[in-house]
């Protein structure tokens, strides 16, 4: 059981980083702190509408799995305590 849970809180580490990572590389879509740094600027700078919806679709994928080693976590915890 200890493997277990270190291996899934090392994978928690990781997932925690790559989600905040995936989602500050989004696009801003105005009236929030992305317009208070120079953000609705570069708007209408053109990203690609395929590779947003691609990073939306990595970004939930990685928080369902992120979601879902924490309720394990919280599963393996329960079990042994």
Partial sequence: ???LRITLQ???VLTSFL???LVLLHKGK???LSDMFGGGI???AGSSGVAERNLNRITIGLAL???TIIV????IQRVSA
């Fill in 1 to 3: 059981m200890d493997a």
């Fill in 65 to 67: 799995f992120w979601a």
């Fill in 30 to 32: 105005g009236g929030g």
């Fill in 10 to 12: 090392v994978l928690l």
């Fill in 72 to 75: 394990l976590l919280g599963l």
């Fill in 42 to 44: 570069s708007s209408g």
């Fill in 19 to 21: 989600v905040i990572a």
